[in-house]
């Protein structure tokens, strides 16, 4: 990766910054889907805006750093177009359900309110042409004041266009305090699919905390930071420790599962790519069909969410086909989405599958570029994203968890972020 030049500048230090101005209204309508796999008022990337990553360290790292710390977050992202461009990074302070929290810009950042990125690496292949650009932050010229959800959002400086956010955490203390557990629960769907029910505990010095009213707990299976789930159940009978799980009703799906896509070399076969063709404005590459609960533990079956984009200056996009066999018993009328890292997890009608009688069976294309990536096929009823419909009930899956504990600030009248801990299910 090239060198990547930041240029910091001083804004407004009161009012909002302009990453809370409203969605347009498709975006709106994507984000009110139950179940959707991005957070409320997340801005999915254009189409020229591809392999996208935030992370910590290294790119399996979920997005969260401690606060006050060395840690850092790097963003990473492709610009299709022939031409370098200047980017204009904001963030903005979140409360524990995503929504938009009260405190103001200078009370959360440190330093300037928005920072800069322009340069990048120059793809070598041409069709289509990327430049691939790197952020790290917090830097010297941005930090963050407080803990809590945030959402980094990036501009193209030249047109000020909205081109996508991505949230990320940063919490106050170690695991050290925060202990989490599971147990194993059968039968509780007509799948008969293993549940997990999460326990946490959470010890606390401050005798001014009402853990009835300021602490609660909420655990989040594979980063889907959306699709958390609060504690609805508690006890705090011991002085300084708040104990909180999962009712059973609002256990976790324990067999979640992902499929890998291989696209190291796009134009060699193997067992995934059964066709290449090098087109002149951009290679088409065709995948194995995928086949909806062919066996127990499919060889492409994968317990890991991971996006891994090649980081080569000679690594070349592609528009691959994605095809999906589904048996007449697990056929339905819902759309049927391809999501996966390459497209950031998003429902739009970019990634829906269509039907293809003649083939008997659902075709979709995106544009990709070489790596390896984790995906899966969703369906949604346009009000409801099902995320397991399609899933192999058997899967030999291990489960990532995150454990969050929010404090009800009452000075900032916001949610800070107090302790994390991570985990995994053993799976079979």
Same mark, same amino acid.
Not at 124 to 141: D, G, I, K, V
Not at 177 to 201: G, I, K, P, V
Not at 205 to 229: C, E, G, K, M, T
């Given at each position: 990766?090239?060198?990547?030049?930041?240029?910091?500048?001083?804004?407004?230090?009161?009012?909002?910054?302009?990453?809370?101005?409203?969605?347009?209204?498709?975006?709106?309508?994507?984000?009110?889907?139950?179940?959707?796999?991005? $957070?409320?008022?997340?801005?999915?990337?254009?189409?020229?805006?591809?392999?996208?990553?935030?992370?910590?360290?290294?790119?399996?790292?979920?997005?969260?750093?401690?606060?006050?710390?060395?840690?850092?977050?790097?963003?990473?992202?492709?610009?299709?177009?022939?031409?370098?461009?200047?980017?204009?990074?904001?963030?903005?302070?979140?409360?524990?359900?995503?929504?938009?929290?009260?405190?103001?810009?200078?009370?959360?950042?440190?330093?300037?309110?928005?920072?800069?990125?322009?340069?990048?690496?120059?793809?070598?292949?041409?069709?289509?042409?990327?430049?691939?650009?790197?952020?790290?932050?917090?830097?010297?010229?941005?930090?963050?004041?407080?803990?809590?959800?945030?959402?980094?959002?990036?501009?193209?400086?030249?047109?000020?266009?909205?081109?996508?956010?991505?949230?990320?955490? $940063?919490?106050?203390?170690?695991?050290?305090?925060?202990?989490?557990?599971?147990?194993?629960?059968?039968?509780?769907?007509?799948?008969?699919?293993?549940? !997990?029910?999460?326990?946490?505990?959470?010890?606390?010095?401050?005798?001014?905390?009402?853990?009835?009213?300021?602490?609660?707990?909420?655990?989040?299976?594979?980063?889907?930071?959306?699709?958390?789930?609060?504690?609805?159940?508690?006890?705090?009978?011991?002085?300084?420790?708040?104990?909180?799980?999962?009712?059973?009703?609002?256990?976790?799906?324990?067999?979640?599962?992902?499929?890998?896509?291989?696209?190291?070399?796009?134009?060699?076969?193997?067992?995934?790519?059964?066709?290449?063709?090098?087109?002149?404005?951009?290679?088409?590459?065709?995948?194995?069909?995928?086949?909806?609960?062919?066996?127990?533990?499919?060889?492409?079956?994968?317990?890991?969410?991971?996006?891994?984009?090649?980081?080569?200056?000679?690594?070349?996009?592609?528009?691959?086909?994605?095809?999906?066999?589904?048996?007449?018993?697990?056929?339905?009328?819902?759309?049927?989405?391809? $999501?996966?890292?390459?497209?950031?997890?998003?429902?739009?009608?970019?990634?829906?599958?269509?039907?293809?009688?003649?083939?008997?069976?659902?075709?979709?294309?995106?544009?990709?570029?070489?790596?390896?990536?984790?995906?899966?096929?969703?369906?949604?009823?346009?009000?409801?994203?099902?995320?397991?419909?399609?899933?192999?009930?058997?899967?030999?899956?291990?489960?990532?968890? !995150?454990?969050?504990?929010?404090?009800?600030?009452?000075?900032?009248?916001?949610?800070?972020? $107090?302790?994390?801990?991570?985990?995994?299910?053993?799976?079979?």
């Amino acid at each position: 990766m090239g060198s990547v030049t930041l240029i910091a500048t001083l804004s407004c230090s009161s009012g909002r910054s302009s990453t809370a101005t409203q969605n347009s209204s498709s975006q709106e309508r994507a984000h009110q889907l139950l179940n959707a796999m991005t $957070v409320p008022g997340q801005r999915l990337p254009p189409e020229n805006v591809r392999s996208l990553q935030l992370f910590r360290n290294s790119e399996s790292n979920a997005p969260i750093i401690r606060l006050n710390s060395s840690e850092r977050l790097t963003l990473r992202f492709d610009d299709l177009s022939r031409e370098s461009s200047m980017f204009r990074v904001e963030i903005t302070h979140h409360n524990r359900d995503w929504s938009l929290s009260n405190v103001i810009p200078n009370l959360y950042l440190r330093g300037f309110m928005q920072d800069f990125i322009h340069g990048g690496q120059v793809g070598r292949f041409q069709n289509p042409s990327w430049h691939a650009y790197e952020y790290t932050f917090p830097n010297e010229q941005m930090g963050i004041r407080i803990s809590g959800n945030f959402m980094l959002h990036v501009y193209r400086q030249e047109t000020n266009e909205h081109l996508f956010s991505l949230p990320f955490l $940063v919490h106050e203390a170690t695991d050290g305090d925060l202990t989490t557990s599971y147990e194993e629960l059968y039968n509780l769907d007509s799948r008969y699919m293993r549940h !997990h029910q999460l326990f946490a505990r959470f010890t606390y010095d401050d005798p001014h905390i009402l853990p009835q009213n300021d602490l609660s707990i909420y655990f989040v299976q594979n980063q889907f930071w959306s699709l958390a789930r609060e504690a609805d159940q508690q006890d705090f009978s011991e002085q300084g420790v708040a104990r909180m799980y999962l009712s059973r009703s609002e256990a976790f799906i324990g067999t979640f599962e992902f499929m890998h896509l291989n696209l190291s070399q796009i134009d060699q076969y193997s067992l995934q790519i059964t066709d290449f063709r090098d087109g002149q404005r951009i290679p088409q590459v065709t995948l194995q069909r995928d086949i909806v609960n062919l066996g127990i533990a499919p060889s492409n079956r994968n317990s890991v969410r991971f996006t891994a984009p090649s980081r080569r200056f000679d690594a070349r996009y592609a528009l691959v086909r994605f095809q999906l066999e589904v048996p007449d018993r697990e056929r339905t009328d819902d759309a049927i989405y391809v $999501v996966g890292g390459f497209n950031n997890w998003g429902i739009s009608p970019q990634n829906r599958m269509q039907w293809s009688a003649s083939e008997g069976l659902y075709t979709g294309q995106v544009v990709v570029k070489e790596g390896n990536y984790a995906y899966k096929y969703v369906t949604s009823n346009g009000r409801r994203v099902n995320l397991t419909r399609l899933d192999a009930s058997f899967a030999s899956t291990r489960q990532e968890y !995150h454990t969050l504990v929010y404090l009800r600030d009452q000075a900032l009248q916001a949610d800070r972020l $107090v302790a994390v801990n991570r985990f995994f299910s053993t799976g079979f």
